[in-house]
């Protein structure tokens, strides 16, 4: 299953949102540092009151996405485009804080950084944001994306793990992967 990783939310009322969108889209969420009791968010968890029950919490930004395979950060104009970006079948979700987003340390963590395409405004409630990636993110990861018998594979053509790690920051779409395997068993 995939993971939102919420970063020191500051509004309950947001987290309990996030909370109905994980069940939703299929996620589970993982909370660092939350600046208010969890009970706070159950008001707009509506049925999603187990994921608020499930939640695990953690002191440290790395260590919530220490066992994540793929952790996709977000950040107005920073990365590459939402439109661009193709997520794998295993790829989570870092949102930061309502006030200000992930630091550049946190987004030193992530995989790859995207940023979703507004008018002119390009700050989004953590919410909507977390709204626009975790549905974008549940579709594709239905329709493509490399999966863990593609990466098994991949395991046991590279033997480089400095190469296998630039392969799959390339993040490359299910298609391309394939193609690239089919190339390095030849």
Not at 22 to 49: G, M
Not at 64 to 83: H, N
């Amino acid at each position: 299953m995939n993971t939102l990783v919420l970063v020191e939310p500051e509004i309950p009322e947001n987290t309990g949102f996030i909370a109905r969108l994980c069940e939703n889209f299929e996620f589970d969420l993982r909370i660092v540092n939350p600046e208010f009791n969890l009970e706070e968010a159950r008001k707009t968890a509506s049925n999603a009151q187990q994921k608020i029950r499930d939640v695990r919490i953690y002191e440290e930004t790395s260590d919530a996405i220490e066992d994540l395979d793929f952790v996709v950060g977000t950040k107005p104009g920073r990365g590459i485009s939402l439109q661009s970006f193709e997520p794998r079948s295993d790829t989570s979700i870092m949102v930061g804080r309502e006030s200000s987003g992930l630091t550049n340390e946190e987004l030193e963590l992530c995989d790859a950084i995207v940023h979703i395409q507004t008018g002119g405004y390009d700050s989004l409630n953590q919410s909507h944001a977390a709204s626009i990636l975790m549905h974008r993110f549940f579709v594709e990861s239905k329709q493509k994306g490399i999966n863990q018998g593609q990466i098994a594979v991949l395991d046991s053509l590279i033997q480089q793990p400095k190469l296998k790690e630039l392969v799959l920051r390339s993040n490359p779409s299910k298609g391309e992967l394939e193609h690239l395997l089919g190339q390095l068993k030849d």
